[in-house]
């Protein structure tokens, strides 16, 4: 099984990402942690092609649940997926989930990914590209881009999943891991 996790930011895609791939005992590939380098210099803005070569080397497993929506590896992703899971939370329960996320990180300073040095701070709270007010800004752009991209025939082969509701996500996991399970007893 190979899932991809969507959703406008702060949606929860990494945790869900992570929850579920844990339930089925699979890789979890974060597009964010492969991303983000030292100094908060990312490989989608300077070295796309590296940033697609990690990306690939990622998702050439068997088994992995991957979480992001970056579009220049968008297609190397559902080109391997399986499943499909999109999360389309109302505004208000994302903005709610951003908030208090990038509240924690800024207060404890906690590392967003391993190895980075990269935490938020108070001080960048105002910048366009912080997380609160790229989730309020992208929110309403975000949820065209997946209506799109589950009305694409191109996208058929995945069996796909559009979560309206936070409390439909334990229900999803626990169905997936079951399904995960059948598979391996079949193989």
């Known amino acids: 099984m190979r899932v991809t996790v969507s959703g406008t930011s702060g949606s929860g895609k990494t945790t ?7 339930a089925i005992g699979a890789r979890h590939i974060d597009l964010d942690a492969i991303n983000w380098q030292a100094d908060w210099r990312d490989l989608n803005t300077h070295d796309r092609e590296e940033f697609r070569r990690r990306v690939a080397e990622a998702a050439a497993g068997d088994a992995w649940v991957a979480c992001g929506n ?3 590896v968008r297609s190397i992703i559902v080109a391997r997926a399986t499943h499909a899971v999109w999360l389309d939370y109302p505004k208000w329960v994302v903005m709610s989930r951003v908030l208090r996320r990038s509240f924690h990180r800024s207060w404890t300073s906690e590392e967003l990914w391993p190895g980075t040095g990269n935490t938020e701070t108070f001080a960048r709270w105002f910048d366009k590209e912080h997380p609160v007010r790229w989730a309020w800004d992208t929110y309403d752009n975000r949820r065209r881009r997946i209506d799109a991209e589950i ?13 309206r509701h936070p409390r439909e996500a334990a229900p999803l996991i626990a169905a997936l891991t079951a399904a995960a399970q059948a598979e391996r007893v079949s193989a």
Request: glycine share 4%; aromatic share 8%; hydrophobic share 50%.
């Open 70 to 72: 970056y579009s220049t």
């Open 16 to 22: 869900f990402a992570g929850t579920l791939a844990k």
């Open 151 to 163: 009305a694409d025939p191109a996208l058929a082969h995945l069996e796909a999943h559009r979560l």
